[in-house]
């Protein structure tokens, strides 16, 4: 069929399929236009296009069956990259491989009842291979556009969190302009005289590049206001936040509170910060430089952003839990376990961690222990008391482990978590259970986490009718010890 199209006619369909595809902005579209082209140049009774999975995607022409022959044929087109045609009663299935780069993208199938001559074939072979290109692209920037949209959302959603703030929250940049204010702040109504001190401290915080902090009285009310220094994309940026401490019986308590929240903003702005700033970083190399990516960096690119998203995942669901936990609107689902297997599993998943601090986790129990609990929210409390283990050794020590011990004792079971660890000063024993609090700051110690890990595991084995405390020193280690009832009732 080539030979009965003149020149001028052929490179009229090739500069029209060529438009077609570029402008293509969706997968199907491009499918459309493949198939209408094949049409041109060969007779088909039917067309179907399928995905690299080899699940049907488009078929032109009605219903076709692919029996097993077939199949078989399509699958050694797919890894060979070569076309071929196989006789089927009285036609012929032409099979081509949409190939970008040694990458099966997909497969065309044509039923014609007429061969495909040499350079016909060549010809549609190019065209497959243009569609390959394109799909690719088109499929990267679906994916593109899907993260994007993700981001978006949980950029929303922690805007939602630090609107329900009680504080008013505010970040400045170097021209004291505000580039981020919650609820609060954007509502609040501050008198002049106030406003400027704000940008006096805000000021003054740049310039020590320390934390600063300011009382001021204004009528009736009294505000407690912290400035913070941080840093976003490699510019310095201020945090402020202001909390209302009016009732003076409340001062001191409230100061405290505020000074321990003060570092949680900052803390999960940091947290956030740098999972985000990864996604971004690789997001916006793969919009602007994908032509010059390989097949492997590109998928490096991808992995790191799916690794820093679940990151995302994991601090949204613990201030998920702890906003449940709160509110009391946290519901346990009893099933019965073994609670040997849960902390099996459990290690086997932080394993990667304890890897990469040189951490050994020993089990020292092997027999089964049954226990009637939330096993999910039993395995969240194990999965925390591990990592703390972890995230807490001493750098320099030759050997470094947690040990977990399971004892049943009557109608209750202990579970004992031990590290060798940097361990906690006494005074620090009851603290690290509340809210916020983290010995990593206290001690200096730049280590991830919320500071909310130990509050929601010490909430949840409460809702158990059980208790969490410690026995630690500092310098030896720490051992963690849970008592829970084995609830045999129902």
């Known amino acids: 069929m080539l030979n009965q199209i003149s020149s001028h006619r052929l490179y009229s369909l090739l500069s029209s399929f060529i438009r077609e595809i570029m402008n293509a902005t969706e997968p199907d579209l491009l499918l459309d236009a493949l198939m209408r082209i094949f049409q041109r140049f060969v007779d088909c009774e039917h067309i179907v296009v399928l995905d690299k999975d080899l699940n049907v995607k488009k078929i032109k022409g009605g219903s076709v069956e692919i029996d097993e022959e077939l199949k078989k044929m399509v699958r050694w087109v797919a890894s060979s990259h070569s076309p071929m045609s196989l006789p089927k009663q009285e036609v012929l299935v032409h099979i081509f491989p949409l190939v970008k780069a040694g990458k099966t993208l997909g497969v065309l199938l044509a039923w014609s009842r007429e061969e495909i001559v ?54 400045f940049d170097q021209d004291s302009r505000i580039v981020f204010a919650n609820k609060g702040y954007s509502l609040s109504s501050f008198g002049e005289d106030i406003v400027s001190r704000i940008i006096q401290l ?34 310095p940026q201020v945090l402020l936040v202001i909390t209302d401490v009016t009732n003076t019986k409340e001062v001191e308590r409230l100061k405290a509170i505020d000074q321990l929240k003060t570092e949680f903003v900052a803390n999960i702005s940091h947290e956030l910060k740098t999972p985000l700033a990864a996604i971004k970083a690789y997001a916006e190399t793969i919009l602007t430089s994908i032509e010059m990516l390989d097949q492997q960096t590109l998928n490096e690119f991808v992995q790191i952003i799916y690794k820093e998203s679940q990151h995302l995942e994991s601090i ?171 609830g045999g009732e129902r």
């Open 316 to 486: 949204l669901e613990g201030l998920l839990d702890f906003s449940k936990l709160e509110q009391k609107m946290l519901i346990l689902e009893k099933t019965t376990f073994d609670l040997t297997g849960l902390v099996r599993e459990t290690m086997r998943s932080i394993e990667e961690l304890a890897k990469s601090k040189q951490v050994r986790l020993e089990l020292l129990t092997k027999e089964p222990v049954l226990i009637r609990a939330d096993q999910k929210r039993i395995k969240q409390v194990i999965t925390n008391l591990l990592s703390n283990g972890i995230k807490y050794s001493k750098e320099d020590a030759e050997e470094k482990y947690v040990r977990v011990k399971i004892e049943r004792k009557d109608d209750r079971v202990l579970i004992e978590v031990s590290d060798n660890g940097i361990g906690i000063p006494k005074e620090y024993h009851e603290k690290v259970f509340e809210r916020f609090f983290r010995v990593g700051t206290v001690m200096d110690h730049r280590v991830e986490g919320t500071g909310l890990g130990l509050t929601i595991a010490k909430q949840i084995v409460e809702l158990h009718k059980g208790r969490i405390w410690l026995e630690s020193e500092p310098g030896v280690g720490t051992t963690v010890f849970v008592e829970l009832p084995v």
């Open 202 to 235: 805000v000021q003054k915080t740049f310039l020590t590049g320390s934390r600063q902090t300011l009382e001021v009285e204004e009528g009736a009310n009294f505000y407690s206001i912290v400035a913070e220094p941080i840093e976003y994309e490699g510019q």
């Open 118 to 171: 040499v350079e016909t074939s060549e010809l549609l072979r190019t065209f497959a291979f243009l569609s390959a290109v394109v799909l690719e692209n088109l499929e990267l920037y679906s994916s593109l556009q899907r993260q994007h949209m993700a981001l978006e959302a949980t950029k929303n959603y922690m805007q939602r969190i630090l609107d329900s703030f009680p504080q008013h929250i505010a970040v």
